[in-house]
């Protein structure tokens, strides 16, 4: 499967005062995120006078989102733009799965092991991928990673697969 764009004309289910497509479907996908970070804040506590509560940040950046994509929106009902384009699932679902993996594994394995194995499954997202490469960076990643986080900021996160500890 090719990653370029095919020349075949394009069908598209979106109305016909929509002149950019690409424009309009991304300004209602930032919009969609900032209504569901404002839902996500609602709960925390917001400003009181001069002075922040926890939820303050969180609400002015997505009030702030929803404005921007909501120009973005605008344009693509104003201005030409490009029809939306095909979309290669393939390295946000493995980056995606990397992060779950990473979270779900850093207590029992450690730090070494789930960081490494993130990174090479992050690398599964890209068919270019050369996998002696991708393990020596890896391999350095993960050195660094073992000594900024223990070492350098003092965090204490288990190294190593509690197995072997024991």
Same mark, same amino acid.
Not at 32 to 37: N, Q, S, T, W
Not at 113 to 128: D, M, P, R
């Given at each position: ?15 016909? =005062? ?9 300004? !209602? ?9 404002? =839902? ?20 002015? $950046? ?14 693509? !009902? ?5 029809? !939306? ?20 594994? !850093? ?23 050369? =996998? ?27 190294? $190593? ?6």
């Amino acid at each position: 499967m090719s990653d370029t764009p095919s020349r075949a004309p394009v069908h598209s289910i979106l109305p016909k =005062w929509v002149r950019g497509p690409q424009d309009f479907v991304g300004g !209602i996908a930032l919009m969609a995120l900032a209504v569901f970070a404002l =839902w996500a804040s609602s709960d925390l506590q917001g400003m009181h006078g001069f002075s922040f509560g926890a939820g303050t940040a969180p609400r002015i $950046f997505a009030v702030l989102l929803l404005l921007l994509g909501g120009g973005v929106a605008v344009m693509g !009902i104003l201005k030409d733009g490009p029809a !939306i384009a095909a979309y290669s699932w393939r390295g946000p679902l493995f980056v995606a799965l990397s992060i779950l993996f990473f979270a779900m594994a !850093i207590r029992p394995l450690g730090l070494v092991v789930s960081a490494f194995s993130s990174f090479l499954i992050a690398a599964l997202g890209s068919h270019e991928t050369r =996998w002696l490469e991708a393990i020596v960076v890896g391999a350095c990643l993960t050195l660094g990673c073992a000594l900024l986080f223990p070492y350098v900021l003092g965090l204490p996160m288990p190294m $190593f697969p509690r197995f072997l500890i024991q």
